[in-house]
């Protein structure tokens, strides 16, 4: 066992150590928002003021769970190849918990360890900063963070054991299909109700839906930028219009690609392959943008509730911006297994007739949709609200900045990994004949 894990991580280094990075920072960050809350319960505010602080850590708190398990579910299924090996080499589903826990079980150690060094670190610097605009200071006794940390740690593994028991209950099930030759088809890139040979009549009721999504996304944008903005409606316009934004991407877009897939696409093979791509990536990342969609009006709310207070106006952005950059870990983990996902079908469409330059205008296209309807678009709502609440005083200059510039250089960061990472993979895939003798 340890012979064949000891192989399997050298062949796949890099995702190893990707996966460490995040742990880490996922860990710190645990580590940090814990510490928070443990110092919030030793000011002396009212019952009420209290509540609203402890809730200030314990919603990043509960996002990086979230976040762990989403990490520990994709870990997983990047890994039914090496469960498949094992169990048609004779191993128990005992022996693949075994296995799965001296890897994952390893990355956490590591991860917990120095997790809490690089959180004390934060907690430095928070402290730093507030020497800085106020007297208070954010004290925590670090034994019983731990033990909080190590309890979250605890929970996150039992998480982990549930998920590990229904994707290997699934895996089962593959395997006997397998076995018995049942062909199991995939899941077309378009719906086949449309296509020219199930063709039937125009969802009418869809479309209805799809132009509602859109007026509601663009009246949103307006009232966004024109109304006088009392603090509820602004909030509330972000909302509809990020929510628009994402049920565009996620509704509208596959169903103009439906519609147009027999009259206008089928004439342009780039375009029509580039809204597949773009379609499939933007399912595949759909947690991560559905999350983010949730968590920007929340974490905006606490700033709004800390302009109030300077100790808490020094806590919040930090805890915003440690939440977005774990968002954007998970995001490059993702991107990362979707990477290794797409070689096949790339050289697939290499080997049928598609050259370089067009399967790099194809990943352009989708890329460039991605980048404009995920990140461009929502920045754009993001700034139209900060802008507002800086003129209604709800937010200092220097927040507003440290939050624009935040956001958009880890998602554009994140943005241009995608596309070199994407130039590397494809020609590593149009140079390397491996791919196109493998079967899937």
């Known amino acids: 066992m340890l012979t064949f894990i000891?192989?399997?991580?050298?062949?796949?280094?890099k995702e190893y150590h990707l996966l460490l990075i995040i742990l880490i920072f996922l860990s710190a960050f645990e580590f940090s928002f814990l510490a928070m809350y443990d110092a919030f319960t030793h000011f002396e505010f009212p019952i009420e003021t209290r509540a609203s602080l402890n809730a200030i850590p314990a919603l990043p708190a509960?996002?990086?769970f979230i976040?762990?398990?989403?990490?520990t579910k994709y870990f997983i299924i990047n890994k039914k190849q090496e469960f498949s090996i094992l169990l048609l080499s004779g191993r128990s589903p005992k022996d693949l918990f075994t296995y799965l826990m001296i890897q994952f079980g390893g990355l956490t150690a590591i991860a917990f360890l120095i997790g809490i060094a690089l959180g004390n670190g934060i907690m430095y610097i928070i402290n730093y900063t507030l020497s800085g605009t106020s007297s208070v200071q954010m004290n925590y006794q670090v034994p019983t963070v731990i033990l909080y940390n190590f309890c979250f740690v605890i929970f996150t593994l039992l998480v982990i054991l549930a998920i590990s028991a229904h994707q290997f209950v699934r895996l089962d099930t593959d395997l006997a299909k397998y076995v018995s030759h049942k062909s199991v088809l995939a899941k077309p890139p378009y719906k086949p109700q449309m296509s020219a040979i199930h063709k039937k009549k125009t969802p009418i009721f869809s479309i209805i839906i799809s132009c509602f999504i859109v007026f509601l996304t663009v009246q949103s944008l307006f009232q966004l930028m024109n109304s006088d903005l009392s603090f509820q409606n602004l909030l509330m316009s972000f909302v509809y219009a990020l929510a628009g934004i994402i049920l565009i991407v996620n509704t509208t877009?596959?169903?103009?690609?439906d519609l147009m897939h027999n009259s206008i696409l089928l004439k342009h093979p780039i375009l029509m392959n580039g809204l597949s791509h773009f379609s499939e990536f933007s399912r595949v990342m759909a947690t991560l943008m559905n999350l983010n969609v949730c968590i920007i009006p929340i974490i905006i709310f606490l700033l709004f509730f800390s302009s109030y207070n300077p100790v808490v106006a020094a806590i919040v952005f930090p805890c915003f911006l440690m939440t977005i950059i774990m968002i954007g870990l998970c995001f490059l983990l993702r991107f990362t297994i979707y990477d290794h996902e797409q070689r096949m079908p790339l050289a697939t469409y290499y080997a049928i007739g598609?050259?370089?330059?067009?399967l790099k205008l194809i990943l352009i296209i989708k890329n460039l949709l991605f980048l404009i309807l995920v990140i461009i678009i929502p920045f754009l709502f993001?700034?139209?609200?900060?802008?507002?609440s800086y003129l209604e005083n709800l937010l200092s200059i220097s927040t507003i900045i440290g939050i624009a510039v935040s956001y958009f250089c880890i998602y554009m960061a994140i943005m241009i990994y995608i596309f070199i990472k994407e130039r590397i993979t494809l020609k590593e895939v149009t140079n390397n004949v491996k791919y196109l003798n493998r079967g899937q």
């Open 67 to 71: 976040l762990s398990a989403f990490v």
């Open 382 to 388: 993001l700034g139209e609200l900060l802008y507002k």
């Open 253 to 257: 877009i596959p169903l103009i690609y």
């Open 354 to 358: 598609y050259s370089p330059q067009k």
């Open 6 to 13: 000891r192989k399997v991580y050298h062949n796949r280094k």
């Open 62 to 64: 509960f996002i990086a």
